[in-house]
């Protein structure tokens, strides 16, 4: 995986990798950049694949995005991991050094953050998480940040309650576990999080207060879920998954480029744009 000495490499790898937004979102940023000998693409790669790709890698690779099921698989391929990725054991950002260091980071949790604090969210005094998955492990550090008290998870399993408890702990977080037969009650939080697959929350529709305050549905496609559709619908803010995935996409680009401020503005057309023609 060669190329000229002037040209600069970088790509998403995971599996499946064909609905992926990042190629158009860093594309975007690349020509807004004029960074015309920059290419960045997307290749199928699963855990048992990700080490040969690494070992085919050449000079002209600046870094790669990291989707699932490889965010915690690349982890021992690396020579430095931040604060930041260890703290959820997760890597979605590899950055390869000019002395040929491989240097892991996780910009969805700054990335969250900066979604909020774009739509006014600089800090609340409690929360709630729907779900308790890989991206809820990210939330709840992103709240870590910004949230001066308990964060309510509502959850499926003891399993999966055990999880979220240990993350708090790991993340020094307050955390409260609730059944999701009661997940109804999330959405009088002065900020939800919500994390599950697609349908999952299509039901608490018909629950939102009548003055909910802010919705973060880390979906985009199909968008809006049916609970966010309903949440604007009652005049509550929405942050939506396109949001997350823009500004974590911002992250990228400035790391790998070395180029600052990535062109949030345009990178975020590019993904409208491309789900909307999708």
């Not at 823009?246 to 400035?254: D, F, I, S, Y």
Request: glycine share 8%; proline share 5%.
């Amino acid at each position: 995986m060669s190329g000229t000495d002037s040209q600069r490499r970088a790509a998403v790898l995971g599996s499946p990798i064909a609905h992926s937004l990042s190629p158009v979102l860093h594309r975007a940023a690349y020509e807004e950049l004029g960074l015309g000998d920059w290419s960045y693409d997307r290749f199928d790669v699963d855990e048992e694949a990700l080490p040969g790709f690494f070992g085919q890698l050449g000079p002209e690779w600046a870094g790669l995005s990291l989707t699932m099921p490889l965010k915690r698989a690349v982890i021992p391929l690396l020579d430095e991991v931040s604060e930041t990725a260890a703290s959820v054991e997760a890597v979605n950002t590899v950055v390869f050094t000019a002395d040929g260091r491989r240097v892991g980071d996780n910009t969805d949790i700054p990335g969250m953050v900066a979604a909020l604090r774009e739509r006014g969210i600089e800090q609340v005094d409690s929360a709630a998480i729907l779900g308790a998955g890989a991206t809820a492990s990210s939330a709840l550090a992103a709240l870590a940040r910004i949230c001066t008290g308990e964060v309510v998870a509502y959850v499926r399993s003891a399993e999966r309650a055990a999880e979220m408890r240990e993350w708090g702990e790991r993340l020094d977080v307050e955390v409260r576990i609730q059944d999701w037969a009661d997940a109804a009650q999330a959405l009088r939080a002065p900020l939800v999080i919500a994390t599950t697959p697609a349908g999952t929350t299509d039901a608490l529709a018909t629950a939102i207060p009548e003055r909910p305050a802010t919705l973060f549905d880390v979906l985009y496609d199909p968008w809006p879920t049916e609970l966010a559709a309903r949440w604007s619908a009652y005049a509550g803010s929405v942050v939506s998954g396109l949001d997350l995935l823009v500004h974590q996409a911002v992250l990228q680009v400035e790391q790998m480029t070395g180029r600052t401020p990535a062109p949030l503005d345009a990178m975020r057309k590019a993904g409208e744009h491309a789900l909307a023609a999708h």
